[in-house]
């Protein structure tokens, strides 16, 4: 009867994902010097050498900010320059972080730049992956029930246009190490993360089986 349950859950969050959904534009600052310094990351970091700062999707990544509103969230990815706060990463390039989409706690969609340039969000895969960002994350501010259906609309909508190959939360980005997606160059630059919380994960997965994602390695 719960696996039941759970079925009948994932049906309704589908089909209400159809019709209650758009994508705001909201574009952080992507200039000449934000540019260059993901061009340099895909260089440095990857052994890449490009002209435009472009990606090809392979995967979907979720995540969670912390951050517990969207203007607070949207302000630290906004400029080019990592902020002096991120001394867990700033060894590897001053590019700031970033994601392609951002879901507020009401499920509001934000676009803060095109899908396929590059963003800094996930180590060893940024070339391939596409970051959705959910504010909050925390004890006090646990993911809500309509971040989780924004984004199984995204997780949707991103697989219908792209060949989109896996859709995992950021806590198993190290399962990739050694798989042909990996380009990270340093043995030693890892974080540990947990989000976007397994719980959120499972949800989302479940809501999308009908997809077909390969399995993480």
Known sequence: MKSINVLIVCA???LSCKTEHSIIDK??????ERKQLTLDYLS???GLEQEEPTITPKMIVLHWTVIPTFEESYEFFKGPI???SRDDINSAGQLNVSSQFMVDRDGTIYRLMPETTMARHVIGLNHCAIGIENIGGTKDLPLTKAQLKSNVFLVQYLKGKYDIEYLIG???YTKFENHPLWLEKDAGYRTEKTDPG??????VRKATKNLNFKSTP
């Not at 574009?27 to 000449?32: E, L, Q, R, V």
């Not at 397994?198 to 949800?203: A, L, N, Q, W």
């Open 170 to 172: 950021h806590y198993e």
């Open 198 to 203: 397994e719980d959120f994960m499972k949800k």
């Open 82 to 84: 990592l902020a002096s």
């Open 44 to 46: 440095s970091r990857y």
């Open 12 to 14: 309704t969050i589908l």
């Open 27 to 32: 574009p952080i600052i992507f200039d000449a």
